[in-house]
């Protein structure tokens, strides 16, 4: 089944404690993506990525880090995760870049993370 | 920048018609998706529009126009399971970036 699957689905940590949430796609899509959707906020990009070893900065970048050493994975880094870093985040992923096409992003199921 | 209006909230009747309206500002537009997202779960894609007029796709129908940075989306037949929220989004010309609205919760109510 073509799908995008995030790890952990729920956490609950502290504050300054790093974490990694895994994001994973198996569609061989070159565009990789993190947002977090918080109430009144909507989603907001974190950061992207065009292909492996691309990465680049979304609309809220700062207290987080990105790597995509391989195409079908992009994990989410807190290196020290603050309160204000409570929210649900999404990866999403979708075929290119390309501008020219609709290129819809597919979106996995979600991450609740709390940090206390 | 971009910036992007939605009304909150919205309620309506099963087996109405709903519009829900979006308009925007951007410095550089290449496309509007809308998504559809249920409580706690992931957005689905429901439409893309990237040239201006109506794109119809069952009980949904999404309509653009670039000159007035508007659109909107229709829903037919409103059923229960529609009840959700729904994002509207601008594409820019870097890359696949979209900027989200803070979406619009529908209720279907009997």
């Known amino acids: 089944e073509a799908q995008v699957t995030q790890n952990p689905r729920y956490l609950i940590t502290v504050t300054g404690k790093k974490l990694t949430v895994t994001c994973s796609q198996n569609?061989?899509?070159?565009?990789m993506s993190w947002y977090r959707q918080d109430p009144g906020l909507g989603l907001r990009q974190i950061y992207y990525?065009?292909?492996?070893?691309?990465?680049d900065k979304g609309d809220v970048p700062e207290g987080y880090k990105v790597s995509r050493k391989e195409k079908r994975n992009f994990p989410l880094i807190l290196e020290s995760p603050s309160p204000n870093q409570t929210s649900l985040y999404f990866c999403?992923?979708?075929?290119?870049?390309?501008?020219?096409?609709?290129?819809?992003?597919?979106f996995g199921p979600g991450t609740r993370l709390t940090v206390l | 920048g971009q910036n992007i209006d939605q009304p909150t909230e919205m309620t309506a009747t099963e087996g109405a018609i709903v519009q829900i309206n979006c308009t925007y500002q951007?410095?550089?537009?290449?496309?509007l998706f809308w998504y559809q997202q249920h409580a706690g779960e992931a957005p689905t894609f429901l439409s893309y529009?990237?040239?201006?007029g109506l794109e119809e796709k069952g009980r949904f129908s999404s309509f653009l126009s670039r000159s007035k940075g508007y659109s909107y989306l229709l829903l037919k037949e409103l059923q229960m399971k529609d009840s959700a929220s729904y994002l509207c989004?601008?594409?820019?010309?870097?890359?696949?970036?979209?900027?989200f609205g803070g979406g619009t919760r529908l209720m279907v109510k009997p």
């Open positions: 989004a601008t594409r820019g010309y870097a890359g696949n970036m979209l900027t």
């Open positions: 569609m061989n899509h070159e565009y």
């Open positions: 990525s065009m292909n492996v070893e691309v990465t």
């Open positions: 951007t410095s550089g537009f290449n496309g």
């Open positions: 529009n990237v040239l201006d």
């Open positions: 999403a992923s979708s075929l290119s870049a390309a501008e020219s096409s609709y290129n819809e992003q597919f």
